[in-house]
Nanobody, 124 residues
Framework: EVQLVESGGGSVQAGGSLKLSCAASGFTFDDHAIGWYRQAPGKEREGVSCIAISGGSTYYADSVKGRFTISRDNMKSIMDLQMNSLKPEDTAVYYC?????????????????WGQGTQVTVSS
């Protein structure tokens, strides 16, 4: 059974940091591209960041560029999203997603598996 389990969400004040993790199981992690998405109340889900198989290629949405860092550990089947300088507009439920493939995938509809989400709340 494929599972993606996010952790690390919580509440933080603006300017603070959080580190989200996504633990994967049930598939060969190192032949899957991984992405992070978020959905704020009343808004559509949006792409935050994604990383290719080797970790050598990454993508960041303009809204998080320079503040968030995505990484993956293929030996441990874990993907992280380090979030620094958090802003109230970063408040959302954050989801990790995975699909087989060697390149970056920017469209959420390209992903096959999703985690249950973890809440991030940033107060001003």
């Amino acid at each position: 059974e494929v599972q993606l389990v996010e952790s690390g969400g919580g509440s933080v004040q603006a300017g603070g940091s959080l580190k989200l993790s996504c633990a994967a199981s049930g598939f060969t992690f190192d032949d899957h591209a991984i992405g992070w998405y978020r959905q704020a109340p009343g808004k559509e889900r949006e792409g935050v960041s994604c990383i290719a198989i080797s970790g050598g290629s990454t993508y960041y949405a303009d809204s998080v560029k320079g503040r968030f860092t995505i990484s993956r550990d293929n030996m441990k089947s874990i993907m992280d999203l380090q979030m620094n300088s958090l802003k109230p507009e970063d408040t959302a439920v954050y989801y990790c997603a995975a699909r087989m493939g060697g390149r970056l995938y920017l469209n959420e509809y390209e992903y096959d598996w999703w985690g249950q989400g973890t809440q991030v709340t940033v107060s001003s």
